[in-house]
């Protein structure tokens, strides 16, 4: 999933000083898996900023709702009249959300309330670690399941760097090194012949090299 | 006319007995908001009570080990330290707030807790005031 994390306070502020009534929209996908921006990190916030303004002596209105999804037009429909009741609205979805009001309500004023991070698995309940880039061209057939561009910090493709050590990262020294798990699991598999292959050079276009990247799927479109 | 010190109690409903002429002990306002368990109290209902004109928050839960729902004090403690958090990014010093662990039923020590905790905020205002 999509995992984003709470801006700051101040941060957050500061986007909506000038307004008297927001609308703090939250998302029940990826943002509320990821204790983020579902419907309990809307009334978090909401509470937060409606104190924060109080003590400034400058009352604000939230309205505070959660869409499904804010990464689907459909979805985001009701904007249509909300958007008339407040002055800017406070994404708490990743930026795909932000973008997509944006793009489809130019007249709205929309701001995040979330950094957009990475995309992770929830390894344990309040902890999410990276585990895919979304680099568009997959490459973990030949390396176990286990990703060097998201999971090794130099994004190596041809085995571990010198500075691994002890099965540990050398630039965290709390973080394996996906190389070395890599290299263990073909060992134990007896498929080390796997990393005796010549990769084609890893084609690093689908990773955003030629700019927006769309997907088009004919059969299903109208 | 001066404005008095008030304190908001946010508590599980076990936690305390205290009746009213054991909480005239402490001074300044008490507002006592009693909760089915400590688990259940939200940073929502933290920030309100800030919002609500309380110069400080004691969250109350039973001691660890003997929550009716095993683990509702614990629970409460967490979300005590995120709330400490977002008043820090707020600007309120992140002391107006504490948990503290009560034997279940005993008056003496949660009136005790909220007669530091008083003295506590007192010091707060007074050294906000000299700033």
């Keep these: 999933m999509i995992i984003a994390e709470r801006r700051t306070i101040p941060e957050i502020l500061e986007n909506i000083e000038p307004y008297k009534k927001v609308l703090l929209l939250g998302c029940r996908g990826c943002v509320a898996v990821c204790s983020a921006g579902g419907d309990r990190e809307v009334a978090i916030l909401a509470e937060a900023l409606r104190l924060a303004r109080s003590r400034q002596g400058k009352e604000i209105e939230i309205i505070e709702t959660t869409f499904i999804r804010q990464c689907d037009p459909e979805y985001l429909e009701p904007l249509k009249e909300l958007g008339k009741k407040v002055e800017a609205v406070v994404s708490l979805a990743c930026g795909v959300g932000v973008n997509l009001i944006a793009d489809l309500y130019p007249e709205l004023r929309v701001y995040p309330g979330v950094d957009t991070s990475f995309y992770g698995a929830n390894i344990a309940l309040g ?73 084609k050079p890893k084609d690093w276009r689908p990773a955003g090299g030629e700019g927006l990247r769309i997907r088009v799927r004919e059969d299903l479109e109208i | 006319m001066k404005k008095a010190l008030k304190i908001s109690i946010l508590c599980c409903n076990y936690t305390n007995l205290s009746e009213r002429e054991d909480l005239e002990k402490v001074l300044g306002v008490l507002e006592i908001k009693r909760f089915p368990c400590s688990g259940h109290i939200e940073i929502t209902d933290i920030l309100r009570a800030f919002r609500e004109g309380a110069s400080g928050v004691m969250v109350g839960g039973c001691e660890k080990g003997t929550c009716h729902n095993e683990r509702g004090s614990e629970r409460a403690e967490k979300r005590v330290l995120e709330a400490k958090k977002i008043l820090e990014e707020i600007g309120i010093e992140k002391e107006r707030l504490a948990i503290f662990y009560i034997p279940r039923l005993s008056a003496e020590d949660f009136v005790n807790n909220a007669k530091v905790f008083y003295e506590l905020l007192l010091k707060l205002d007074l050294k906000e005031k000299g700033q």
């Design chain 1, 127 to 199: 902890e999410w670690v990276e585990k895919c880039r979304g680099c568009g061209d997959c490459i973990i057939d030949k390396t176990a399941g286990l990703c060097p561009i998201a999971r090794c910090a130099k994004n190596l493709l041809n085995g571990p760097c010198g500075g691994s050590k002890g099965g540990k990262c050398e630039v965290r020294k709390d973080m394996s090194c996906i190389w070395h798990e890599i290299v263990e699991r073909l060992k134990s598999r007896g498929e080390m012949e796997k990393l005796l292959e010549i990769w």
